[in-house]
């Protein structure tokens, strides 16, 4: 927006956006976007170099990065100076990555500043750079077109534990004897936890596929849900002792990654979802359930399970 003084002299207050991508279409296109969004470009320029003039830069309406391949270093250099303006909100940033290249940026670039998209459309891309360009710098506001249903996440962990604790009650009556078999294995930051309810791995495996199964009987549209899909997967890799990267989580959510990217963020600020670093690769990060979210997901598993064994 241009504003006129009394010394006939312009200002343009639009936020400003700085755009780094591998390939002079993409940051055409980016360009384009940012015009539409009310925003004006201050910076276009490849990803080599990117890191250095970023590290420059006081603050701004956007950063935004669109990249098709891996670049090495100069990549990993402007992922982690991405992360370091969302930490200071110096400026919050537009992330466009394709699928082999969601590990590295979840990694190196996973701050609740930053949107990241995985083979975005052209309405995803614009809507993203919107967003980032308009926010408030105390809050980042999603554009999607889930945002209508984004807000029920901030109670999803209270409404998991109090379905729990409502079929424990309807089943009580029912409950059997404790069994021996073997507990949900507590992970070493989980030391002094409180007991876990025994539950088999395969039952919850079984769950997962028979959610699958509804989509060669009916539109997958209509059974979406990828918060779910992602609980119960990761409760079943803590049950086989096994990690999660956030690629392989995407997969799980089965929605485009984009979505599953934008849910593992909200539901990693609501505390149900932790990042655990990995020691041996600094270009992956894994997600686990928080503790109390394991809890939770395994007290209403086994309500679940004890309400099966009730006679029909």
């Not at 009987?217 to 119960?232: C, E, K, Q």
Request: proline fraction near 6%.
């Amino acid at each position: 927006m241009r504003v006129e003084t009394s010394d006939d002299i312009e200002y343009d207050d639009s936020p400003i956006a700085l755009i780094f991508s591998d390939s002079d279409d993409r940051r055409i296109a980016t360009g384009e976007a940012v015009w539409a969004m009310g925003g004006r470009i201050a910076v276009s320029m490849p990803v080599s170099g990117a890191a250095e003039r970023l590290a420059h830069q006081v603050t701004a309406g956007a950063v935004i990065v669109d990249v098709a391949a891996d670049s090495g270093e100069p990549l990993e250099r402007l992922f982690d100076q991405i992360e370091a303006g969302a930490q200071s909100r110096r400026f919050p940033s537009v992330v466009s990555i394709p699928p082999d290249l969601v590990d590295l940026a979840a990694a190196r670039a996973g701050h609740a500043n930053i949107i990241l998209l995985c083979d975005p459309t052209e309405t995803e891309r614009a809507a993203a750079i919107g967003a980032a360009l308009s926010r408030d710098r105390t809050r980042l506001h999603d554009a999607s077109s889930e945002s209508a249903v984004l807000p029920r996440l901030q109670q999803l962990s209270e409404e998991v534990g109090r379905i729990a604790r409502a079929l424990a009650l309807l089943s009580e009556a029912e409950a059997e004897p404790p069994v021996s078999s073997p507990r949900f294995p507590v992970p070493a930051h989980d030391k002094g936890a409180r007991a876990l309810p025994a539950i088999d791995a395969n039952r919850v495996r079984t769950m997962i596929r028979a959610r699958r199964l509804r989509e060669q009987y009916f539109s997958a549209d209509l059974f979406a849900d990828p918060a779910w899909d992602m609980l119960l997967d990761l409760t079943a890799a803590r049950l086989e002792g096994r990690q999660v990267a956030v690629s392989s989580l995407c997969i799980a959510a089965a929605v485009p990654p984009t979505t599953a990217l934008r849910w593992i963020k909200t539901l990693t600020e609501q505390g149900v979802l932790v990042r655990i670093a990995d020691p041996d690769d600094g270009r992956r990060v894994f997600i686990e359930l928080s503790r109390d979210a394991a809890h939770e997901m395994l007290a209403y598993l086994a309500a679940v399970q004890r309400l099966s064994a009730v006679p029909a």
